[in-house]
Structure formats: structure tokens, C-alpha cells
């Protein structure tokens, strides 16, 4: 339902919380020499990470608006996957809308055709295309050159203390789509279930409904769309 991808109310709805919770580690990071660090890929924090990571702009790329405005796609996303595990909507399955029937979000994140560049290798153990660690190499090696920390450092350090709090302690910051009732006079369940480059030519299609403008459906580049409350 997503598409590769590499404007905002709200963007640092949660960035206190992240930052009380990894801030010590960026400190030890910062002392060791390196200003960001993401965890391993093997690891469920850093492949959570790279998903969050990879699905948004960084300065310069398209799509970018600010750091905020991409804080919240992040948050955004992850709600995306946390919503597909645990508030599934009346009158939908989980296999109907995230294709897994798992409570774990590696396995959402890795189900068939959900996740551009992210699946189950041969042996069935999470994998990436090979595009997503060279671009994060890339935003990695910006973020550790300067002589101080900067917007890099700070988008990739987000990146991973969200992912790393989640994992530990559930989601951290509010679902700005929760409360949505109508779109377009169309009732809707609320939440997003859905997000896709912004461009017209996607749309997940079925009872996906978009979520516009008006409502705050773009971020970082991307469209977050809902789902039709009275499935047909």
C-alpha cells in the first residue's frame, strides 16, 4: 500500500517525548564522533527505522517542507502500522487491510506488496533493497560531517529514537487522523490506514477513501488515506 518515497500542523507532536527517551544516547553518539546513529538492520529498532526513514524526505530531496513536516509523516506512518495491528475497523479484517494477520509490526511491515523495498528474504527474515541502506548511508554521512550536529542528524536521530520508543513503550504522541468522521460527506472509520507518494496516479483504490488538504492528508511528500466506514 506505500511507495518508496524520498504540509504540516502538529509535526513535533511527539519529539519532546522521543527526545526525553533516546537524548542520552545522542549525547554518548555525539562524544563518540558521530552526531547520528542507527541501530543495526538486523535488529527490529533499526529495521523499524530504516521503514520510517526511508518513507520520508530529507532537506533537499522532493517533497521536502521542513523538519517538522517531516517528524509527523514519521509519526504518521507509524500510527499507519500500529492502527493496521490494533484498530481494525468494524467490518474489516486485518488480512483486508494490511494483508497479515500478525501482531507483530516487522511482519506488517513486511507482508507482500505493502511496503515498497522491505519483505522476507529466502530464509524468511526481514530484508531491504538495497537503495534504502545506500540512501541512509548517504543521509548518514551528511548528518556526521560538520563540525556540529544539524538538520540530518536530527531527522535520522528522530527517525530511530521513534522507532526504538515504540518498540519499548508503545507509541508515543496522538493520531492527528483518530478523530475523522466524514470526507468528502463520505462517513469514514478514522485513523489512516494508508499512505502513498502524493501523486494522483496512487491511490490504494477499494475503501481507501483520500484524505485531503483541508484535513491534513499530506505530509513529507506522502498521502494518508482512511478507510469507507460501511464497507461494500
Not at 102 to 125: H, M, R, Y
Not at 179 to 202: C, F, H, P
Request: aromatic share 10%.
Amino acid at each position: 500500500m506505500t511507495s518508496n518515497h524520498f504540509q504540516s500542523q502538529g509535526g513535533g507532536i511527539c519529539l519532546w517525548a522521543c527526545l526525553l527517551l533516546f537524548g542520552s544516547g545522542l549525547t554518548a553518539a555525539v562524544q563518540a564522533g558521530e552526531f547520528a546513529t542507527i541501530k543495526p538492520a538486523s535488529t527490529d529498532k533499526g529495521y523499524l527505522a530504516r521503514l520510517l526513514i526511508n518513507e520520508v524526505p530529507f532537506p533537499g530531496e522532493h517533497g521536502y517542507q521542513s523538519a517538522d513536516d517531516t517528524k509527523a509523516a514519521m509519526l504518521s506512518i507509524l500510527w499507519v502500522l500500529h492502527s493496521r495491528i490494533n484498530y481494525v475497523p468494524a467490518g474489516y479484517t486485518q488480512q483486508q487491510i494490511a494483508s497479515s494477520t500478525s501482531k507483530n509490526i516487522i511482519d506488517v511491515i513486511t507482508a507482500k506488496n505493502q511496503c515498497e523495498g522491505f519483505f522476507l528474504d529466502a530464509a524468511g527474515k526481514p530484508a531491504s533493497s538495497p537503495r534504502v541502506e545506500e540512501r541512509l548511508n548517504y543521509l548518514r554521512n551528511i548528518a556526521n560531517s560538520g563540525g556540529k550536529p544539524g538538520r540530518f542528524a536530527s531527522l535520522l536521530n528522530f527517525g530511530q529514537g521513534l522507532a526504538s520508543a515504540y518498540l519499548e513503550n508503545g507509541i508515543p504522541g496522538a493520531d492527528r487522523f483518530a478523530g475523522l468522521e466524514t470526507v468528502n460527506r463520505i462517513k469514514v472509520t478514522g485513523r489512516a490506514y494508508s499512505w502513498m507518494t502524493d501523486r494522483d496516479i496512487y491511490n490504494p483504490g477499494g475503501n481507501f477513501v483520500t484524505i485531503p488538504d483541508a484535513q491534513n492528508g499530506t505530509l513529507g511528500g506522502n498521502r494518508f488515506f482512511t478507510l469507507r466506514k460501511d464497507p461494500k
